[in-house]
């Protein structure tokens, strides 16, 4: 940090700091920094801020003035994590920007900036973007009730299920954990509340798995997620069989971006505040919110064949959160259709598989043959048409341990 050479004495507490690249760039935003503010503001790097956040003296910081160019496009989800958290630190964000693409712009301020301002900076627009985010937000008339904050106490384990390709298994894999957690009590003991969410708008499936409806009240939930409160969350819901609650797909083919990263998290806090585990199933295609549901979760199963297209798409996606400096370490990757035991050609290639994309394959399904498709004819699970089913053994199996584990936010690695 270096607040002592643009002019912070020490004196008196920041409010504010730039952030930006280089120490010697946007002159024109600290002469006006320095106009407005004095010597009540510091100066950051990007990798700085996200340590400084953390820090004592960032208690007093009222807002953030980011500024950036063409050149810091390549380095977009840095920019993204540091007013992420500013945001969780209720710190405000000013987004000052110079060649920057539409796109990278509309992007960032969909994650959280509150204003935007052009470079070179307009003259008195600076100052005025201060005085809006400092102004209070306005209180709601009396006739207007408040959104409801979840009700639930619970604080559920989040478990992604995503295809890498597509008839990986993806939803048969979701369906069947589900329903296998709620199997995974002794007797006598209250079976564990569980979720599914499918947050795949266009062609999820997880409805169709379990002969479900889909209704109106999906749209209406997703397209307005900030009045979402308790009642109305329970009412999009579906039960099915008395044993897990379903958030089926839209009864329409919906944009992907149609719901953004706050509305993914208040629908994800919702379900977690109601329910002891939530099983989300995510579209093959990555999306503005992955990230936030990559976050969120404790294991994000990446399911995949022993072919080449599950191959190319593991390291594409493998690359991508890194370069994104994304916790891929969540990543659990499964191998369904995989060889049996005396397929020994089958056991090598899988061998091989995982020492090129430098992967551990930590979970090998077997192939669950006619028995998965006419499960899913049914509308049923595989525990309750094909009890014996290999496939569903070793789901069995996984949800007996997630469940002994007794996953919460410290212990999921190790689940």
Request: net charge negative.
């Amino acid at each position: 940090m270096t607040t002592e050479e643009t002019g912070h004495s020490g004196e008196e507490p920041i409010v504010a700091c730039t952030i930006r690249r280089e120490p010697d760039g946007f002159e024109l935003l600290i002469e006006d920094m320095e106009a407005v503010l004095g010597d009540t503001w510091g100066d950051l790097g990007f990798a700085e801020a996200l340590m400084f956040f953390n820090q004592p003296e960032a208690q007093t910081l009222e807002f953030i003035a980011i500024a950036m160019d063409h050149e810091d496009e390549d380095n977009i989800g840095m920019v993204g994590e540091v007013i992420r958290q500013a945001r969780d630190n209720a710190i405000k964000v000013i987004l000052i920007a110079e060649d920057v693409s539409p796109s990278a712009l509309h992007q960032l301020l969909r994650q959280g900036a509150d204003e935007f301002v052009p470079y070179p900076l307009p003259e008195g627009e600076l100052a005025a973007a201060i005085e809006r985010i400092q102004e209070p937000e306005p209180e709601l008339p009396a006739e207007m009730p408040r959104p409801k904050a979840a009700a639930g106490t619970k604080e559920g384990a989040v478990f992604v299920t995503h295809g890498l390709a597509g008839g990986v298994g993806a939803t048969t894999f979701a369906v069947n954990l589900a329903w296998e957690l709620t199997q995974s009590v002794k007797k006598g003991e209250e079976p564990p509340k569980v979720c599914i969410l499918d947050l795949d708008l266009q062609f999820g499936a997880v409805g169709t798995y379990l002969d479900l409806p889909r209704r109106e009240a999906i749209y209406e939930l997703l397209s307005d997620t900030e009045s979402m409160d308790d009642e109305a969350f329970k009412q999009a819901l579906l039960d099915f069989e008395s044993k897990f609650h379903v958030l089926t797909s839209p009864t329409e083919m919906l944009p992907l971006d149609l719901i953004t990263s706050d509305d993914v998290s208040r629908l994800i806090d919702m379900a977690r505040s109601h329910f002891d585990f939530v099983i989300i199933d995510m579209p093959s295609t990555l999306v503005q919110w992955s990230e936030t549901v990559l976050n969120a979760a404790h294991v994000y199963f990446a399911l995949m064949e022993l072919d080449m297209r599950s191959a190319q798409n593991a390291q594409r996606l493998k690359r991508a959160l890194q370069a994104e400096d994304l916790p891929v370490e969540k990543l659990r990757y499964v191998l369904n259709r995989a060889p049996k035991s005396l397929d020994l050609h089958g056991k090598g290639r899988v061998k091989r598989l995982a020492e090129s994309l430098d992967i551990s394959i930590e979970l090998q399904l077997p192939d669950g043959g006619r028995q998965v498709l006419q499960s899913c004819d049914h509308g049923q699970p595989l525990a309750m048409t094909s009890a014996k089913n290999p496939m569903r053994k070793e789901i069995q199996k996984l949800a007996r341990s997630l469940f002994e584990v007794g996953v919460s936010d410290t212990d999921a690695e190790a689940a």
